[in-house]
DNA sequence: GTACAATATATCAGGTCTTATATAGACAAC
DNA sequence: GTTGTCTATATAAGACCTGATATATTGTAC
């Protein structure tokens, strides 16, 4: 499960609640995985019974009490093992290429409409992450001093925009394609 | 929900049974969608109960009875507009990224094993895409004349080829900086 | 001739993830 | 002044998906 390891990998950096780490995820990991707060609390529930994390309630009067996480030898550890471990490629979940790939029946007008949505998306997406994403990163990297991890944060972000840029080319010579055919149906 | 569109799509070309359309995801759709026939099925009668689909038992003597899902005019409809609908873009889930991120902590060699094991795994999926599933769907465009929608099929597989591309160049350049850097954990 | 894989069909248990809901203070908008 | 949004924290219901299991025939390997 790799959430659970994402969640380790944070708390190897210093222990927090389940609130902070989904800010992290937001801040950082986002463009290559995600996760809901709501997924997130009880996942932490769970790496306390397995013994990867511990809990300490810090009492707060006016909102609800901090459950604070903090990892353990064991947590270390089972970071350090999954790390090294080979992973097969991850299978791609793309609603997009559905429409496309049953977009026979849509007439021209209305496929090119659809292709140049996509495109101004990845657009706006590589924008993101060439500009405030990347400066973000870069906070953190002055923030913490964590030179190494940063040269590593930042190349996850270079396969996003490697993607992006990669859907970008699609995009545009799919509309190419598209506005060589005849009108119609036909072609 | 893109499985019930999925379906849709494959039904609106000819009735068939779960067992088949397990069958066409995996020929055509694999590279960017995929389902298993145990998440397949239960969808299934839950669109005939949403009045998409029709089912008719053929009995066998041999093995199991088939059961023969036929798309409704109701689910035509849905499949249509469904087409129509413009999508945000679809979150990635690259657990291997999650390593990368994490991977500070790991010795040089043992990142650059990483690094290469996946352009590895990268590579026999282009070579995938431009060689045996380019060519099933060349045949299927042949088999059921679908020049129009062949057309489509096509470019779902450009994107995929685009995006097995872009890892490459990643995983290459991430392989030579990492050889660049210093030994140890530093810089 | 026996073991193993593939074809053909389908269900169930359980894990993962999303959406909606809950509480409560602070601060901005109008 | 009240509506909305942000910070801060968390749970519950349910949708979605994976992995394991079941059965029976046909074809392949050794």
């Known amino acids: 499960m790799s959430l659970k390891h994402a969640l380790l990998g944070f708390l190897s950096y210093a222990p927090m609640t389940g609130y902070d780490l989904k800010r992290y995820f937001d801040q950082s990991i986002h463009h290559f995985w995600n996760a809901n707060l709501s997924q997130i609390y009880p996942t932490l529930s769970r790496m306390v019974e397995e013994g990867l994390l511990t809990m300490e309630v810090e009492h707060q009067e006016d909102r609800p009490n901090r459950k604070v996480y ?5 947590g270390r550890e089972e970071l ?3 790390l090294r471990e080979p992973l097969g490629l991850s299978p791609l979940r793309v609603p997009f290429l559905i429409q496309i790939f049953f977009g026979g029946s849509l ?3 209305e496929m090119l409409a659809r292709l140049r949505h996509h495109l101004a998306l990845h657009q706006e997406r590589l924008a993101a992450y060439q500009g405030p994403v990347r400066e973000v990163l870069r906070q953190n ?4 001093g964590l030179e190494r991890e ?3 944060w930042g190349l996850t972000l270079d396969a996003g925009i490697q993607c ?3 859907w970008l080319k699609w995009c545009e010579e799919a ?3 598209i506005e060589a055919m005849g009108d119609g149906h036909d072609e």
Chains 1, 2 share one sequence.
């Open 175 to 177: 509309i190419e394609k």
């Open 70 to 74: 903090t990892i353990t030898g064991v």
């Open 107 to 109: 007439e021209k007008e």
């Open 164 to 166: 992006e840029e990669g």
């Open 141 to 144: 990297v002055e923030a913490t």
């Open 80 to 82: 350090q093992r999954w």
């Open 150 to 152: 940063g040269f590593f």
